[in-house]
Nanobody
């Protein structure tokens, strides 16, 4: 399995970014794609997950309707649309293949990550 993230950058508070996760190499359809983040000096934090069929997403409480996870099936790409970004959203974001919805460090595979910096 190969996962490649893109779309990170520097944005002002209140701004938006859309991260992409291009996935390939799957041999099964029974998995979740999760977004996980790690702020400097802090532990890994689960952001949300989407089952492989691209239907119902699941989110961490801190997301508070600001983020949306979606999937484009044709290209097997999962997106993380982030709106109303806050300073505390600054982190390295990566996508991962997981067997369960809540996925922090129990992933099967992960990408290298993309940096999101929220700064005024």
């Amino acid at each position: 399995v190969q996962l490649v993230e893109s779309g990170g950058g520097v944005v002002q508070p209140g701004g938006s970014l859309r991260l992409s996760c291009a996935a390939s190499g799957f041999t099964s359809n029974d998995y979740y794609i999760s977004w996980i983040r790690q702020a400097p000096g802090k532990a890994l934090e689960w952001v949300g997950s989407l089952y492989s069929d691209g239907r119902r997403p699941y989110y961490a409480d801190f997301v508070d309707d600001r983020f949306t996870i979606s999937k484009e099936n044709a290209q097997n790409t999962v997106y993380l649309q982030m709106n109303s970004l806050k300073l505390e959203d600054t982190a390295l974001y990566f996508c991962a293949v997981c067997a369960r919805i809540l996925c922090v460090d129990n992933y099967v595979a992960r990408g290298q990550g993309t940096q999101v910096t929220v700064s005024s």
